[in-house]
């Protein structure tokens, strides 16, 4: 299995500031014939389902606010909220679709205001 | 716009099995992708159960693969997730999903919990 790990575990940022979440996966997500990270982000506010933000590493799903990007490869990957709003106030996961179908997704990283 | 409702009993006794069914609307099961199920028990992250892909193949957790079958009905239109044997540990909110042919999961349905108690 690919082991997802996200930093940190929570975070509290300001309004209007940046917010930066971590993932590292314990092996490649890189696919060398397509040059394509398998990589995604989703939110989950309380009492929904997850909602899908990113995939591709870096593709912004239809709809979803351009203050959400992801960037990174290989390992290494990073969901960044340029301007926090008090609507983002969520739990975010990673998850690695490498091995597709089947999939692991990181502890996630809860989100707060400060 | 894609659809999917999740729907079974909230109460299942230990040693028992699990059965929830996925009820998809707005998109024929059978004209393509993966169609999953994902759990999260109370407070915690997310567990990828298994898939089935519209042909029928099917894909399992190997933690969960001993006691997992996942299937489509397509005269109905809906998946269904059976999981035997079940323990406490095995009480979460249960979603069902759509798989696009990358991976990552586009729709979900809104989730039922099962609590496992006697």
């Known amino acids: 299995d690919i082991v997802m790990t996200q930093s940190p575990d929570s975070l509290a940022v300001s309004l209007g500031e940046r917010a930066t979440i971590n993932c590292k996966s314990s092996q490649t997500v890189l696919y060398g014939s397509n040059n394509k990270n398998y990589l995604a982000w989703y939110q989950q506010k309380p009492g929904q389902p997850p909602k899908l933000l990113i995939y591709?590493?870096?593709t912004r799903e239809s709809g979803v606010p351009d203050r959400f990007s992801g960037s990174g490869s290989g390992t290494d990957f990073t969901l960044t909220i340029s301007s926090l709003q008090a609507e983002d106030v969520a739990v975010y996961y990673c998850q690695q679709y490498y091995t597709t179908p089947s999939i692991t997704f990181g502890q996630g990283t809860r989100l707060e205001i400060k | 716009q894609v659809q999917l409702q999740e729907s079974g009993p909230g109460l299942v006794k230990p040693s028992e099995t699990l059965s929830l069914t996925c009820a998809v609307s707005?998109?024929?099961?059978?004209?393509?992708?993966?169609w999953g199920w994902i759990r999260q028990p109370p407070g915690k992250g997310l567990e990828w159960i298994g898939s089935i892909y519209h042909s029928g193949s099917t894909y399992y957790n190997p933690s969960l693969k001993s006691r997992v079958t996942v299937s489509v009905d397509t005269s109905k239109n809906q998946l269904s997730l059976k999981l035997t044997s079940v323990t406490a540990a095995d009480t979460a909110v249960y979603y069902c999903?759509?798989?696009?042919?990358?991976?990552?999961?586009?729709?979900w349905g809104q989730g039922t919990l099962v609590t496992v108690s006697s």
């Open positions: 999903g759509r798989q696009r042919d990358g991976g990552w999961y586009d729709y």
């Open positions: 591709w590493a870096s």
């Open positions: 707005a998109y024929s099961i059978s004209s393509g992708y993966y």
